[in-house]
């Protein structure tokens, strides 16, 4: 096994943050988040996982508000909608490199890439990010009291989905190299040589996950209603989930002109929770009620989005279980579906 | 006989004789968590509990549960669990015609407190050592017995708490200490890691409106983005319209996935609304002085 | 800008207003010149697909191509002209209708499953449009009549509220006096002028009552109109294989990302709009 030490890591990471942006889990108030750091001494402690970020690495790729166009008027009166325009796309820039990913948040990439990468027409903007993002992934030592991560598919210790591996034992950090971009990012780095075997991690009872085909006898089962009544249908669970990517499209008046340049196409995080997304123009509304759209949910991840793209939309990272104000847990209707 | 077994037989009785269709109180949910509880039936009443993890602010789900949803529609009846925090909010929800005062049946607990983690966290043994923390809202109450019920659990306790015993609130000090400046760097700051999931204000009885202003499409009050400017629109114009309304239960800073200290900033205009105007939100079916068309002369509600 | 088709799927391109008119109350006729890569990028639009409308400064929203691509050809060095009837009931729609002849949208698309045309071929065509769903409908008729040996008999059943709410009024004539063609027209409420039926649009489907015989049928209009239709349809033997719907639904990409227009299983943006019946009916989840 190839280690570093902890202080060869911190030096490692100093350096590369002065080459590229460098995001890492970070204390920002009382929450720990993947946010870019200027030096290895602002990284949270590591490990257990109270010091796993809130939200995932999603927001790396697919960030909560991204501006798709700048939209310039050359003639026309000033506000309205009338007038001739020159349109400017702004697809991201910039070489970034997120540190501490555990694999639940790394195997939501996988998720992600189904849907804006494989699936025509690829997404520029998230292609641009995923091209010039090196993903360095942390093994968890234990699994969370609410991961399920292995249950779908996944690992506390899985190296699959990230471009390099760091395992934390006593003799140092162990670094497996997944793909090419790991290898090109740790050229020139020593690393010592050392005897012993890989750490596994500690794992949970696993979640009982029903095939695909066990969910469309379920689709009108009481039990969704039921389930939802508590439901404050805010956008918690999707917000936290590595995979969820439902995004709105508006243009908006940018804060000054820029020269013509005076609104910009904007998209950013929805979520199929509200009563009013997916309502038409002229009132219908497939999903009135709070149970039809917790269905959707839930149908979305295991059953809709598989169909769609291939993956499941789940990783197992449990933070929709911890992030509930209400205690409504995918367990808990992961659990009706195998046993109901 | 415990809270827990006046509260199943309550809700029981008003179930057999028709008197409510639905009873919300708490159960005990996965992971040991309290949770929210819909019981429609006598046979279901067992699921109900009461301990100190009873957190959520259940009048919440009142108006949109007795709304009608057809015209002419036999108005609906509930029971609903409230603590004394929750029942100051069915006043002001009273006051605000949601719905009228026969349509709940208010089963008040007088309650020891909330402790931190309720919701989240498995719920403490009792005789836990050592006792896990009351939620700040709770160290700092001073009334514990609901002010409106129909049915009351617990009795009231034999010395109401003196004001000055009480802890005071730390953290409003410490913002009131701040420089103008230094408030709104505070506030930035936090509002920063806001995400608009929009928790708070769906925890929030109050905040009931079918559409909120800042998901309007049409008007475009505020952008979509989860940008600066928007997030900080959001928290002040909602702090505003909760001004003289909020009743301090704290659910919306509870249910925050970012730690947002949101119920400070109520805290703080309900502070500059009780100096304005003498007035306290939720002590009766009264609306709040910022929702009252006052006349010349006049100050109070 | 350049004459090629946008690698991003994104990003619009320019349209000219050509022709701005009232269709109905409320609801406008646009003829789009589309500009640079967009004249090619549309050239195999296809009826049943759609395109997002910008109104820059607002935002976009999806309507059905009103038209076919060929009778839209480029003349005199121009670009592609395209029809779109928008309804004003919202802030993008309502920014649509302020613009006037020479003022610039954005155009993205073509988007969408089509009706399978091809496969219409030698069958006879029951054409069913409510209101502005008869906007879609229209690159189907025209594509029949311009092509007329092609298809069968063309029965074309057209409704609306009210006389003042029925659209491309001035073609009808034109449809009239296509061979082996059929109109018939129907209101809810009629006007002083009226003499042609009066009544829903099921009623005068079960007066017409059309064989189901070598026929497909292809529906567009409110869902509860669609709900109704497909029962009628069924009633008169018409099987779900036969029927064809074009759904609508709230979308934000049109291109199968945004994750907000499914209907169970399927995105109404890619999979559809266009549906059979027996697709519609296969869904788990009921576009009503």
């Known amino acids: 096994m190839r280690v570093l030490s902890r202080a060869e890591l911190g030096a490692w990471l100093d350096a590369l943050a002065v080459e590229k942006a460098l995001l890492a889990p970070t204390e920002v108030e009382s929450v720990v988040l993947y946010r870019p750091v200027q030096s290895s001494a602002e990284i949270a402690p590591l490990q257990g996982n109270a010091s796993r970020p809130v939200l995932s690495i999603k927001e790396a790729f697919f960030p909560p508000t991204e501006r798709l166009l700048l939209i310039g008027k050359t003639t026309g009166p000033g506000n309205g909608t009338g007038g001739q325009f020159r349109l400017r796309e702004t697809l991201p820039e910039g070489e970034q490199i997120v540190f501490g990913v555990r694999p639940c948040d790394a195997r939501g990439m996988r998720a992600l890439d189904a849907l804006f990468l494989h699936t025509q027409p690829a997404d520029p903007y998230y292609a641009r990010r995923r091209e010039n993002t090196t993903l360095i992934g942390l093994a968890c030592a234990e699994m969370g009291p609410s991961c399920f991560c292995k249950s779908v598919g996944g690992g506390p210790d899985d190296p699959a989905d990230v471009d390099l591996m760091l395992t934390e034992t006593d003799k140092g950090y162990v670094v497996q190299t997944v793909t090419e971009k790991g290898r090109t990012l740790l050229a020139g780095l020593e690393l010592r040589e050392i005897e012993g075997e890989m750490p596994r991690s500690a794992l949970n009872e696993p979640v009982p996950i029903p095939d695909m085909l066990a969910w469309p006898p379920h689709f009108q089962d009481a039990f969704w209603e039921q389930s939802s009544e508590r439901c404050l249908s805010c956008r918690i669970c999707a917000y936290v989930c590595p995979t969820c990517r439902c995004f709105a499209v508006r243009d908006e008046a940018l804060p000054s002109s820029q020269g013509e340049e005076c609104y910009e196409r904007i998209r950013c995080w929805d979520s199929c929770a509200g009563d009013a997304y997916r309502r038409i123009a002229g009132g219908h509304n497939p999903r009135p009620e709070k149970g039809q759209r917790l269905r959707n949910r839930y149908f979305c991840k295991f059953y809709y989005y598989p169909q769609q793209y291939g993956p499941v939309a789940c990783t197992g990272c449990g933070r929709c279980i911890e992030a509930c104000p209400v205690n409504i847990d995918i367990t808990e209707i992961l659990a009706h579906l195998v046993t109901g | 006989m415990t809270h827990a077994a006046a509260i199943r037989g309550k809700a029981r009785e008003l179930l057999q004789t028709g008197q409510v269709e639905c009873v919300l109180g708490y159960e005990t949910g996965s992971r040991g968590r309290v949770r929210p509880a819909f019981i429609y039936r006598p046979e279901e009443v067992e699921r109900l509990v009461w301990n100190q993890a009873c957190t959520h602010n259940l009048t919440t789900y009142l108006p949109a549960k007795l709304r009608p949803t057809k015209p002419g529609q036999t108005p609906r009846h509930v029971a609903v669990v409230v603590k004394a925090c929750d029942s100051r909010a069915i006043n002001v929800l009273l006051a605000e015609n949601q719905f009228t005062r026969d349509q709940v049946h208010v089963i008040g607990v007088v309650c020891d407190g909330i402790v931190e983690g309720a919701g989240f966290e498995r719920i403490p043994e009792s005789g836990a050592a050592p006792p896990p923390a009351l939620q700040r809202r709770c160290q700092r109450c001073d009334d514990r017995v609901p002010l409106v019920y129909d049915t009351r659990i617990g009795e009231p306790p034999a010395e109401h708490p003196l004001a000055e015993n009480l802890p005071g609130d730390a953290e409003l000090d410490r913002l009131e200490a701040m420089t103008p400046a230094e408030r709104a760097g505070f506030w930035l700051a936090q509002f920063d890691r806001c995400l608009r999931c929009y928790a708070c204000r769906q925890a929030c009885p109050m905040c009931n409106c079918p559409t909120c202003l800042y998901e309007r499409d049409d008007s475009l009050w505020v952008g979509m983005g989860i940008g600066s400017s928007e997030k900080r629109t959001f928290h002040l114009g909602r702090a505003y319209h909760l001004a003289g309304r909020c009743i301090g239960c704290d659910e919306c800073e509870r249910v925050c996935p970012m730690n947002i200290p949101i119920s400070l900033l109520n805290r703080k205009l309900a502070k500059e609304i009780e100096l304005a105007f003498g007035y306290r939100a939720g002590l009766a079916p009264v609306p709040g002085p910022l929702v009252t068309v006052l006349e010349s002369g006049e100050v109070k509600p | 800008m350049t004459d090629t088709t946008h690698e991003n799927p994104m990003l619009p391109y320019l349209g000219r207003l050509v022709g701005v008119s009232d269709l109905a109350t409320e609801i406008k006729l646009f003829r789009v010149e589309l500009l640079e890569g967009g004249s090619q990028a549309f050239a195999?639009?296809?009826?049943?697909?759609?395109?997002?409308?910008?109104?820059?400064?607002?935002?976009?929203?999806?309507?059905?191509?009103?038209?076919?691509?060929?009778?839209?050809?480029?003349?005199?060095?121009?670009?592609?002209?395209?029809?779109?009837?928008?309804?004003?009931?919202?802030?993008?729609?309502?920014?649509?209708?302020e613009l006037g002849e020479g003022d610039e949208v954005g155009v993205r698309g073509p988007m969408g499953t089509p009706f399978p045309m091809e496969a219409f071929k030698g069958k006879n065509l029951i054409v069913l449009g409510g209101g502005i769903g008869g906007a879609p409908l229209r690159p189907v008729i025209h594509t029949v009549l311009d092509n007329r040996a092609d298809y069968g008999r063309l029965t074309v059943l057209w409704a609306a509220r009210h006389p003042s709410l029925l659209v491309f009024t001035e073609e009808y004539d034109g449809w009239r006096d296509s061979p082996d063609t059929t109109l018939y027209l129907t209101v809810d409420e009629p006007d002083a002028t009226w003499d042609h039926h009066v009544g829903l649009i099921t009623d005068l489907l079960e007066r017409v009552a059309p064989s189901p015989e070598n026929a497909v049928t292809i529906t567009c209009g409110p869902p509860i109109m669609i709900h109704f239709v497909a029962k009628m349809l069924e009633r008169l033997g018409f099987a779900p294989e036969q029927s064809y719907v074009t759904l609508e639904a709230r979308m934000h990409c049109g291109i199968g990302k945004c994750g907000r227009c499914n209907l169970g299983e399927k995105l109404v943006c890619v999979d559809g709009p266009v549906f059979s019946m027996a697709e519609v009916g296969g869904l788990l989840e009921s576009f009503l």
Do not use: C, K, M, Y
């Not at chain 3, 820059?56 to 999806?62: K, L, N, S, V, Y």
């Not at chain 3, 309507?63 to 779109?84: C, E, H, K, M």
């Open chain 3, 44 to 97: 195999g639009s296809q009826p049943g697909q759609f395109a997002f409308l910008s109104a820059f400064g607002r935002g976009e929203a999806p309507f059905g191509i009103a038209s076919t691509a060929r009778r839209g050809q480029p003349q005199n060095g121009g670009g592609r002209v395209l029809d779109f009837a928008v309804n004003r009931l919202g802030s993008v729609t309502t920014g649509l209708h």
